[in-house]
Protein backbone atom coordinates (compact mmCIF):
# COMPACT_ATOMS: atom_id res chain seq x y z
CA UNK A 1 0.00 0.00 0.00
CA UNK A 2 2.96 2.13 0.84
CA UNK A 3 4.24 1.23 -2.56
CA UNK A 4 1.15 2.67 -4.50
CA UNK A 5 0.76 5.94 -2.25
CA UNK A 6 4.89 6.42 -3.63
CA UNK A 7 4.22 5.66 -6.75
CA UNK A 8 0.88 8.08 -6.81
CA UNK A 9 3.16 10.71 -5.30
CA UNK A 10 5.90 10.20 -7.90
CA UNK A 11 3.65 9.89 -10.85
CA UNK A 12 1.65 13.62 -9.35
CA UNK A 13 4.88 15.18 -9.33
CA UNK A 14 5.12 14.16 -12.75
CA UNK A 15 2.31 15.63 -14.08
CA UNK A 16 2.74 18.84 -12.18
CA UNK A 17 5.82 19.03 -13.64
CA UNK A 18 5.13 18.37 -16.88
CA UNK A 19 2.17 20.93 -16.62
CA UNK A 20 4.66 23.98 -15.00
CA UNK A 21 6.71 22.82 -18.31
CA UNK A 22 3.75 23.10 -20.80
CA UNK A 23 2.60 26.75 -19.36
CA UNK A 24 6.56 27.90 -19.63
CA UNK A 25 6.35 26.90 -23.12
CA UNK A 26 3.35 28.24 -23.73
CA UNK A 27 3.56 31.63 -22.04
CA UNK A 28 6.99 31.98 -24.08
CA UNK A 29 4.50 32.23 -26.70
CA UNK A 30 3.13 35.59 -25.29
CA UNK A 31 5.92 37.65 -24.86
CA UNK A 32 6.54 41.08 -27.03
CA UNK A 33 6.45 39.79 -30.45
CA UNK A 34 7.59 41.66 -33.57
CA UNK A 35 4.49 42.24 -34.71
CA UNK A 36 3.39 44.09 -31.67
CA UNK A 37 6.61 45.99 -31.56
CA UNK A 38 6.20 46.75 -35.47
CA UNK A 39 2.54 48.17 -34.68
CA UNK A 40 2.71 49.93 -31.69
CA UNK A 41 6.52 50.53 -31.47
CA UNK A 42 8.77 53.60 -32.31
CA UNK A 43 11.97 52.50 -34.57
CA UNK A 44 14.99 54.44 -33.73
CA UNK A 45 15.72 55.95 -37.19
CA UNK A 46 16.39 53.15 -39.29
CA UNK A 47 17.73 50.88 -37.03
CA UNK A 48 17.14 47.11 -35.89
CA UNK A 49 16.12 48.69 -32.89
CA UNK A 50 12.83 49.85 -31.43
CA UNK A 51 11.21 51.44 -28.26
CA UNK A 52 8.31 50.04 -27.13
CA UNK A 53 6.26 50.19 -23.72
CA UNK A 54 9.73 51.55 -21.95
CA UNK A 55 11.80 49.43 -23.12
CA UNK A 56 14.61 49.18 -25.91
CA UNK A 57 14.47 45.87 -28.20
CA UNK A 58 16.04 44.52 -31.14
CA UNK A 59 14.85 42.89 -33.90
CA UNK A 60 16.92 39.36 -34.75
CA UNK A 61 15.76 38.39 -38.16
CA UNK A 62 14.54 34.19 -37.81
CA UNK A 63 14.09 34.80 -34.01
CA UNK A 64 12.04 38.03 -33.39
CA UNK A 65 12.79 40.90 -30.94
CA UNK A 66 15.39 40.73 -27.98
CA UNK A 67 14.76 42.91 -24.97
CA UNK A 68 17.76 44.93 -23.56
CA UNK A 69 17.50 45.56 -20.34
CA UNK A 70 21.04 46.91 -20.03
CA UNK A 71 20.87 49.65 -22.12
CA UNK A 72 20.69 53.26 -21.15
CA UNK A 73 18.39 54.60 -23.13
CA UNK A 74 19.31 58.39 -22.76
CA UNK A 75 22.42 57.69 -24.43
CA UNK A 76 21.56 54.92 -26.61
CA UNK A 77 21.98 55.78 -30.37
CA UNK A 78 22.69 53.52 -33.71
CA UNK A 79 26.11 54.49 -35.30
CA UNK A 80 25.48 53.73 -38.76
CA UNK A 81 23.58 55.21 -41.71
CA UNK A 82 23.03 52.23 -44.39
CA UNK A 83 21.47 49.18 -44.24
CA UNK A 84 24.55 47.34 -43.68
CA UNK A 85 24.92 48.97 -40.00
CA UNK A 86 21.29 49.43 -39.21
CA UNK A 87 22.44 46.30 -36.50
CA UNK A 88 25.19 48.33 -34.47
CA UNK A 89 24.38 51.06 -31.77
CA UNK A 90 26.05 52.29 -28.73
CA UNK A 91 25.28 53.81 -25.21
CA UNK A 92 27.62 55.86 -23.15
CA UNK A 93 29.01 52.38 -21.38
CA UNK A 94 28.49 50.02 -24.21
CA UNK A 95 28.65 48.95 -28.26
CA UNK A 96 26.28 46.99 -29.41
CA UNK A 97 25.93 43.89 -32.20
CA UNK A 98 22.21 43.57 -32.14
CA UNK A 99 21.22 42.81 -28.75
CA UNK A 100 24.52 41.61 -27.96
CA UNK A 101 27.03 43.91 -26.20
CA UNK A 102 30.54 43.72 -27.86
CA UNK A 103 33.81 44.10 -24.95
CA UNK A 104 36.65 46.12 -24.98
CA UNK A 105 35.43 48.85 -27.59
CA UNK A 106 35.07 52.09 -26.42
CA UNK A 107 31.44 53.74 -27.14
CA UNK A 108 32.71 57.15 -27.04
CA UNK A 109 35.39 56.53 -30.13
CA UNK A 110 33.83 54.08 -31.83
CA UNK A 111 33.32 54.22 -35.10
CA UNK A 112 31.32 52.14 -38.19
CA UNK A 113 34.36 52.05 -41.39
CA UNK A 114 31.47 50.58 -43.77
CA UNK A 115 30.01 47.11 -44.17
CA UNK A 116 29.61 46.36 -40.59
CA UNK A 117 33.22 46.62 -39.54
CA UNK A 118 33.62 48.87 -36.37
CA UNK A 119 36.79 50.39 -34.48
CA UNK A 120 37.66 52.71 -31.76
CA UNK A 121 41.17 53.33 -33.45
CA UNK A 122 42.37 50.13 -30.65
CA UNK A 123 40.08 47.50 -31.03
CA UNK A 124 38.02 46.27 -34.40
CA UNK A 125 35.13 44.25 -34.88
CA UNK A 126 33.10 42.67 -37.38
CA UNK A 127 29.13 42.71 -36.89
CA UNK A 128 27.71 41.54 -39.55
CA UNK A 129 24.66 42.62 -41.46
CA UNK A 130 22.53 39.56 -41.03
CA UNK A 131 21.77 37.17 -37.97
CA UNK A 132 22.90 33.92 -38.22
CA UNK A 133 22.09 30.65 -36.31
CA UNK A 134 23.43 29.97 -33.23
CA UNK A 135 25.58 26.59 -33.33
CA UNK A 136 26.13 26.77 -30.00
CA UNK A 137 22.70 26.01 -29.12
CA UNK A 138 21.46 22.21 -28.90
CA UNK A 139 17.62 21.66 -29.72
CA UNK A 140 17.36 20.11 -25.82
CA UNK A 141 19.31 23.72 -24.38
CA UNK A 142 16.88 25.60 -26.60
CA UNK A 143 13.69 24.10 -25.11
CA UNK A 144 14.92 24.12 -21.27
CA UNK A 145 15.78 28.01 -22.18
CA UNK A 146 12.26 28.46 -23.86
CA UNK A 147 10.77 27.36 -20.83
CA UNK A 148 12.39 29.25 -18.64
CA UNK A 149 11.87 32.57 -20.35
CA UNK A 150 8.31 32.08 -20.19
CA UNK A 151 8.38 32.11 -16.71
CA UNK A 152 10.52 34.86 -16.57
CA UNK A 153 13.35 32.94 -14.67
CA UNK A 154 15.97 33.69 -17.95
CA UNK A 155 16.38 35.76 -20.78
CA UNK A 156 15.25 34.42 -24.00
CA UNK A 157 17.16 32.07 -26.01
CA UNK A 158 19.71 33.09 -28.75
CA UNK A 159 18.80 30.48 -31.19
CA UNK A 160 19.74 33.31 -34.01
CA UNK A 161 22.63 36.06 -33.14
CA UNK A 162 24.49 38.32 -35.11
CA UNK A 163 28.04 36.75 -35.06
CA UNK A 164 30.36 39.40 -34.42
CA UNK A 165 33.99 38.58 -34.87
CA UNK A 166 37.35 40.47 -33.46
CA UNK A 167 40.30 41.53 -36.07
CA UNK A 168 43.73 41.66 -35.12
CA UNK A 169 44.97 44.92 -33.32
CA UNK A 170 47.13 47.02 -35.79
CA UNK A 171 48.76 50.01 -35.75
CA UNK A 172 47.39 50.92 -39.21
CA UNK A 173 43.79 51.61 -39.36
CA UNK A 174 41.41 49.43 -41.01
CA UNK A 175 39.96 50.57 -44.39
CA UNK A 176 37.64 49.02 -46.83
CA UNK A 177 38.81 47.58 -50.47
CA UNK A 178 37.03 46.39 -53.55
CA UNK A 179 33.73 48.55 -52.37
CA UNK A 180 32.75 45.49 -50.66
CA UNK A 181 33.06 43.86 -47.23
CA UNK A 182 36.49 43.42 -47.54
CA UNK A 183 39.00 45.12 -44.86
CA UNK A 184 42.64 45.54 -44.76
CA UNK A 185 45.24 47.31 -42.77
CA UNK A 186 48.08 46.72 -45.15
CA UNK A 187 48.95 43.49 -43.48
CA UNK A 188 46.06 41.34 -42.46
CA UNK A 189 43.06 41.00 -45.00
CA UNK A 190 39.32 40.01 -44.28
CA UNK A 191 36.36 39.38 -45.92
CA UNK A 192 33.09 39.29 -43.82
CA UNK A 193 35.57 39.23 -40.41
CA UNK A 194 37.07 36.43 -42.03
CA UNK A 195 40.88 36.55 -42.63
CA UNK A 196 42.06 35.72 -45.88
CA UNK A 197 45.20 34.21 -45.31
CA UNK A 198 48.46 35.48 -47.21
CA UNK A 199 46.44 37.58 -49.42
CA UNK A 200 48.40 40.88 -50.84
CA UNK A 201 45.47 43.51 -50.59
CA UNK A 202 47.22 46.07 -53.28
CA UNK A 203 46.68 43.37 -55.55
CA UNK A 204 43.76 41.50 -54.48
CA UNK A 205 40.63 41.44 -56.86
CA UNK A 206 37.64 40.18 -58.06
CA UNK A 207 37.69 36.91 -60.67
CA UNK A 208 35.67 37.64 -63.94
CA UNK A 209 32.01 35.45 -64.40
CA UNK A 210 30.21 34.12 -66.79
CA UNK A 211 26.77 34.85 -66.69
CA UNK A 212 23.92 32.55 -68.46
CA UNK A 213 23.63 35.14 -71.10
CA UNK A 214 27.47 35.15 -71.87
CA UNK A 215 28.14 38.18 -69.99
CA UNK A 216 30.54 38.94 -67.91
CA UNK A 217 30.41 40.47 -64.14
CA UNK A 218 33.20 40.61 -61.06
CA UNK A 219 32.13 37.33 -59.26
CA UNK A 220 31.47 38.14 -55.29
CA UNK A 221 33.25 35.47 -53.75
CA UNK A 222 36.43 34.52 -56.12
CA UNK A 223 39.34 36.45 -55.60
CA UNK A 224 43.08 36.80 -56.43
CA UNK A 225 45.65 38.76 -55.71
CA UNK A 226 48.11 37.88 -58.82
CA UNK A 227 49.32 35.26 -57.00
CA UNK A 228 47.03 33.09 -54.67
CA UNK A 229 43.11 32.38 -55.36
CA UNK A 230 40.67 32.20 -52.96
CA UNK A 231 36.79 31.26 -52.58
CA UNK A 232 35.55 34.31 -50.13
CA UNK A 233 38.66 33.68 -46.86
CA UNK A 234 39.14 30.10 -47.90
CA UNK A 235 42.93 29.82 -49.63
CA UNK A 236 42.32 27.58 -52.72
CA UNK A 237 45.19 25.04 -53.67
CA UNK A 238 45.43 26.72 -57.16
CA UNK A 239 47.92 29.12 -58.44
CA UNK A 240 46.71 32.65 -60.41
CA UNK A 241 46.45 31.89 -63.60
CA UNK A 242 44.59 33.22 -66.90
CA UNK A 243 41.48 31.41 -67.86
CA UNK A 244 40.04 31.41 -64.37
CA UNK A 245 36.57 32.44 -63.78
CA UNK A 246 33.27 31.68 -61.93
CA UNK A 247 30.30 30.34 -63.37
CA UNK A 248 26.83 31.27 -62.16
CA UNK A 249 23.79 29.03 -62.41
CA UNK A 250 20.47 30.71 -62.47
CA UNK A 251 18.32 29.50 -59.46
CA UNK A 252 21.09 27.87 -57.49
CA UNK A 253 23.07 30.54 -55.70
CA UNK A 254 24.13 29.05 -52.89
CA UNK A 255 26.35 26.79 -55.17
CA UNK A 256 29.58 28.40 -56.54
CA UNK A 257 31.74 27.69 -59.80
CA UNK A 258 35.25 28.17 -60.34
CA UNK A 259 36.61 26.77 -63.52
CA UNK A 260 40.23 26.11 -64.97
CA UNK A 261 39.36 27.06 -68.92
CA UNK A 262 43.38 25.19 -69.25
CA UNK A 263 42.27 22.01 -67.54
CA UNK A 264 38.60 21.82 -67.43
CA UNK A 265 39.20 21.68 -63.43
CA UNK A 266 36.31 22.64 -61.30
CA UNK A 267 36.02 23.88 -58.01
CA UNK A 268 32.55 23.81 -56.21
CA UNK A 269 33.23 26.80 -53.04
CA UNK A 270 36.17 25.94 -51.82
CA UNK A 271 36.23 21.97 -52.67
CA UNK A 272 37.94 20.66 -55.86
CA UNK A 273 36.48 17.87 -58.46
CA UNK A 274 38.50 14.61 -58.66
CA UNK A 275 40.87 15.43 -61.26
CA UNK A 276 41.01 12.28 -62.63
CA UNK A 277 37.71 12.45 -64.21
CA UNK A 278 38.55 16.00 -65.59
CA UNK A 279 37.97 17.98 -68.26
CA UNK A 280 34.77 18.99 -67.06
CA UNK A 281 32.47 20.72 -68.80
CA UNK A 282 29.32 22.18 -67.42
CA UNK A 283 26.24 20.99 -69.56
CA UNK A 284 23.85 24.23 -68.90
CA UNK A 285 24.25 27.33 -66.96
CA UNK A 286 20.35 27.86 -66.98
CA UNK A 287 19.01 26.59 -63.40
CA UNK A 288 15.14 27.73 -64.01
CA UNK A 289 14.33 24.06 -64.33
CA UNK A 290 17.44 22.05 -62.32
CA UNK A 291 18.04 21.53 -59.11
CA UNK A 292 22.17 20.26 -59.69
CA UNK A 293 24.37 22.21 -61.65
CA UNK A 294 25.60 18.98 -63.92
CA UNK A 295 29.14 18.23 -64.95
CA UNK A 296 30.07 16.33 -68.61
CA UNK A 297 33.10 14.19 -68.58
CA UNK A 298 34.71 11.37 -70.66
CA UNK A 299 33.85 9.54 -67.65
CA UNK A 300 30.35 10.39 -66.89
CA UNK A 301 27.91 13.12 -65.47
CA UNK A 302 28.78 14.59 -62.10
CA UNK A 303 27.34 16.62 -60.22
CA UNK A 304 28.34 18.13 -56.38
CA UNK A 305 25.96 16.63 -53.81
CA UNK A 306 25.59 19.17 -51.39
CA UNK A 307 24.06 16.94 -48.69
CA UNK A 308 27.14 14.20 -48.59
CA UNK A 309 29.70 16.79 -49.43
CA UNK A 310 31.08 14.75 -52.32
CA UNK A 311 31.51 14.62 -56.23
CA UNK A 312 29.16 11.91 -57.12
CA UNK A 313 28.80 10.44 -60.55
CA UNK A 314 25.20 10.18 -61.98
CA UNK A 315 25.53 8.05 -65.13
CA UNK A 316 27.27 7.56 -68.38
CA UNK A 317 27.80 10.60 -70.40
CA UNK A 318 24.92 11.10 -73.68
CA UNK A 319 26.78 13.81 -75.13
CA UNK A 320 29.57 11.75 -75.99
CA UNK A 321 28.63 11.06 -78.93
CA UNK A 322 27.55 13.47 -81.54
CA UNK A 323 27.31 17.06 -82.20
CA UNK A 324 25.07 18.33 -79.17
CA UNK A 325 23.81 22.07 -79.40
CA UNK A 326 21.99 23.74 -76.41
CA UNK A 327 19.00 24.98 -78.82
CA UNK A 328 16.99 26.31 -75.65
CA UNK A 329 17.91 26.48 -72.02
CA UNK A 330 18.24 22.93 -70.76
CA UNK A 331 17.23 21.97 -73.95
CA UNK A 332 19.58 20.07 -76.54
CA UNK A 333 19.96 18.60 -79.73
CA UNK A 334 22.04 16.64 -82.14
CA UNK A 335 19.98 17.20 -85.06
CA UNK A 336 17.98 13.90 -84.72
CA UNK A 337 17.38 13.11 -80.62
CA UNK A 338 16.53 15.67 -78.20
CA UNK A 339 17.88 16.12 -74.50
CA UNK A 340 16.32 18.24 -71.93
CA UNK A 341 16.75 18.80 -68.17
CA UNK A 342 14.11 18.47 -65.43
CA UNK A 343 14.67 18.99 -61.66
CA UNK A 344 11.90 17.48 -58.97
CA UNK A 345 11.54 17.39 -55.30
CA UNK A 346 9.85 14.32 -53.24
CA UNK A 347 8.65 15.28 -50.12
CA UNK A 348 7.42 13.15 -46.99
CA UNK A 349 3.64 12.36 -45.97
CA UNK A 350 2.06 14.44 -42.79
CA UNK A 351 3.27 11.03 -40.74
CA UNK A 352 6.80 11.73 -41.99
CA UNK A 353 7.28 15.64 -43.10
CA UNK A 354 9.36 17.52 -44.86
CA UNK A 355 11.85 17.51 -48.15
CA UNK A 356 13.25 13.85 -48.80
CA UNK A 357 15.36 14.20 -52.02
CA UNK A 358 15.84 16.50 -54.79
CA UNK A 359 16.82 15.19 -58.30
CA UNK A 360 18.17 16.81 -61.63
CA UNK A 361 16.85 13.90 -64.54
CA UNK A 362 18.20 14.08 -67.95
CA UNK A 363 15.46 13.12 -70.22
CA UNK A 364 15.41 12.14 -74.16
CA UNK A 365 12.45 13.17 -75.88
CA UNK A 366 10.12 10.04 -77.79
CA UNK A 367 7.90 11.75 -79.05
CA UNK A 368 7.28 10.36 -83.23
CA UNK A 369 7.78 13.44 -84.57
CA UNK A 370 10.82 13.80 -87.01
CA UNK A 371 12.69 16.54 -88.44
CA UNK A 372 14.95 19.34 -88.00
CA UNK A 373 13.95 21.94 -84.97
CA UNK A 374 12.51 25.26 -86.60
CA UNK A 375 11.95 28.21 -84.07
CA UNK A 376 8.34 30.14 -84.66
CA UNK A 377 8.84 32.97 -81.89
CA UNK A 378 9.67 34.34 -78.36
CA UNK A 379 6.91 34.38 -75.67
CA UNK A 380 7.08 37.47 -74.20
CA UNK A 381 10.58 38.96 -73.66
CA UNK A 382 11.54 36.19 -71.36
CA UNK A 383 8.74 33.11 -70.74
CA UNK A 384 9.97 31.03 -72.99
CA UNK A 385 9.56 30.44 -76.75
CA UNK A 386 7.94 28.53 -79.61
CA UNK A 387 9.73 25.39 -81.59
CA UNK A 388 8.30 23.35 -84.32
CA UNK A 389 9.46 19.61 -85.27
CA UNK A 390 7.80 17.65 -88.11
CA UNK A 391 4.22 18.19 -87.55
CA UNK A 392 4.03 18.59 -83.69
CA UNK A 393 4.82 22.59 -81.97
CA UNK A 394 5.84 23.01 -78.54
CA UNK A 395 6.48 25.23 -76.42
CA UNK A 396 10.24 25.91 -74.72
CA UNK A 397 9.66 27.03 -70.69
CA UNK A 398 12.20 29.45 -69.49
CA UNK A 399 9.60 30.65 -65.88
CA UNK A 400 10.89 27.77 -63.94
CA UNK A 401 9.19 25.99 -61.29
CA UNK A 402 9.55 29.09 -59.09
CA UNK A 403 6.69 30.37 -60.99
CA UNK A 404 4.43 26.79 -61.31
CA UNK A 405 6.11 25.36 -64.73
CA UNK A 406 7.39 22.07 -63.89
CA UNK A 407 8.71 21.27 -67.18
CA UNK A 408 11.14 22.64 -69.76
CA UNK A 409 8.76 21.96 -72.47
CA UNK A 410 5.09 21.17 -72.84
CA UNK A 411 3.33 20.00 -76.17
CA UNK A 412 0.59 22.56 -78.10
CA UNK A 413 -2.55 20.25 -78.32
CA UNK A 414 -3.72 22.49 -81.21
CA UNK A 415 -0.97 24.28 -83.60
CA UNK A 416 -3.71 27.55 -83.72
CA UNK A 417 -2.25 27.89 -79.90
CA UNK A 418 0.46 29.85 -80.91
CA UNK A 419 -1.00 33.04 -82.06
CA UNK A 420 -1.99 32.56 -77.46
CA UNK A 421 1.26 32.28 -77.12
CA UNK A 422 3.44 34.75 -79.14
CA UNK A 423 0.44 37.40 -78.20
CA UNK A 424 2.59 40.39 -76.74
CA UNK A 425 0.73 40.46 -73.62
CA UNK A 426 0.49 37.46 -72.36
CA UNK A 427 0.94 36.98 -68.01
CA UNK A 428 2.35 34.24 -66.73
CA UNK A 429 -1.06 32.79 -65.34
CA UNK A 430 -2.49 31.98 -68.72
CA UNK A 431 0.31 29.83 -69.49
CA UNK A 432 -0.54 28.22 -66.25
CA UNK A 433 -4.09 27.87 -67.00
CA UNK A 434 -3.17 26.58 -70.30
CA UNK A 435 -1.35 23.37 -68.44
CA UNK A 436 -4.20 23.02 -65.89
CA UNK A 437 -6.52 23.00 -69.06
CA UNK A 438 -4.22 20.58 -70.89
CA UNK A 439 -3.89 22.48 -73.57
CA UNK A 440 0.08 22.24 -72.94
CA UNK A 441 0.50 18.92 -72.74
CA UNK A 442 3.33 16.77 -71.10
CA UNK A 443 5.91 15.11 -73.39
CA UNK A 444 6.88 11.37 -73.54
CA UNK A 445 10.17 10.90 -72.06
CA UNK A 446 12.79 8.49 -71.48
CA UNK A 447 15.08 8.90 -68.15
CA UNK A 448 18.21 8.66 -68.87
CA UNK A 449 19.80 9.57 -65.56
CA UNK A 450 19.07 11.25 -62.26
CA UNK A 451 21.63 13.30 -59.77
CA UNK A 452 20.09 13.04 -56.55
CA UNK A 453 20.48 14.83 -52.85
CA UNK A 454 18.80 12.87 -49.84
CA UNK A 455 18.08 14.81 -47.07
CA UNK A 456 18.29 13.72 -43.43
CA UNK A 457 16.41 13.58 -40.66
CA UNK A 458 17.85 16.32 -38.80
CA UNK A 459 15.35 18.46 -39.30
CA UNK A 460 12.65 16.29 -38.33
CA UNK A 461 14.42 15.43 -34.97
CA UNK A 462 14.64 19.31 -34.26
CA UNK A 463 10.87 19.84 -34.85
CA UNK A 464 9.34 16.87 -32.59
CA UNK A 465 11.49 18.18 -29.59
CA UNK A 466 8.96 20.80 -28.86
CA UNK A 467 5.99 18.53 -28.03
CA UNK A 468 8.24 16.66 -25.36
CA UNK A 469 6.34 18.45 -22.11
CA UNK A 470 3.05 17.34 -24.03
CA UNK A 471 4.25 13.26 -24.68
CA UNK A 472 5.20 13.36 -20.94
CA UNK A 473 2.10 14.59 -19.53
CA UNK A 474 -0.30 12.39 -21.56
CA UNK A 475 2.70 9.42 -20.28
CA UNK A 476 1.91 10.29 -16.74
CA UNK A 477 -2.00 10.74 -17.33
CA UNK A 478 -2.09 7.06 -18.51
CA UNK A 479 -0.24 5.73 -15.82
CA UNK A 480 -2.28 6.83 -13.53
CA UNK A 481 -5.42 6.03 -15.59
CA UNK A 482 -3.56 2.53 -15.79
CA UNK A 483 -2.62 2.08 -11.81
CA UNK A 484 -6.30 3.27 -11.19
CA UNK A 485 -8.50 1.24 -13.20
CA UNK A 486 -6.48 -2.02 -11.22
CA UNK A 487 -6.85 -0.57 -7.94
CA UNK A 488 -10.92 -0.82 -9.07
CA UNK A 489 -10.74 -4.13 -10.71
CA UNK A 490 -8.61 -5.17 -7.15
CA UNK A 491 -11.11 -3.87 -4.78
CA UNK A 492 -14.39 -5.90 -7.53
CA UNK A 493 -12.13 -9.08 -7.21
CA UNK A 494 -11.77 -8.44 -3.37
CA UNK A 495 -15.39 -7.64 -2.88
CA UNK A 496 -16.87 -10.39 -5.20
CA UNK A 497 -14.75 -12.51 -2.89
CA UNK A 498 -16.48 -11.39 0.35
CA UNK A 499 -19.73 -12.05 -1.33
CA UNK A 500 -18.96 -15.72 -2.69
CA UNK A 501 -18.00 -16.45 1.03
CA UNK A 502 -21.06 -15.31 2.38
Same mark, same amino acid.
Given at each position: MKLAKYLLALLGILVLLSLIFCIGIVMSWNKASSNDIDRDGARVDNSIYSLYQGHLYADVPSNGVYRMDQVDLNSFKPIGDDYRSRQIAVDRQQVYCGNLSLPKLNPTLTRHIGYGYISDGTYHFYCPPMSESNLDLGSLQQLYQQFLYGLNWGPKPQSYQYQFVELAQSSQPYRLILDRNIATNGEQTYIAGQLMPKADPTRLARLPQKMSDAKLKQSEVYFSDGRRVYYREHLLDLPAQDGLYAVEIDGLSQQNYLMLQSSGQV?? *????????????? +? %???? $? !??? &?????????????????????????? *????????????? +? %???? $? !??? &???????????????????????????????????????????????????GADVYYFDQLGRTQGLSAPLYRLDDPSLVSVLLKADIRVNEIRQLIRDKRLLPVKKEMLLSAVSRYSKTGEIRLSLPPLPLILFILAVGLLLQYWIRRVQKKAAKSTGNSTQC
Open positions: YQ *NDIAFDPQHAPYQ +L %ISPY $G !QHV &LHALFASKDGIFFYNTQTKTLQRAGD *NPFLVGQWQEIAP +L %IFSD $G !QDT &LFLQGSESWGSNRNPGLKSRTTHVYKLTESATGQWEKLGIVSPHFGSIWKK
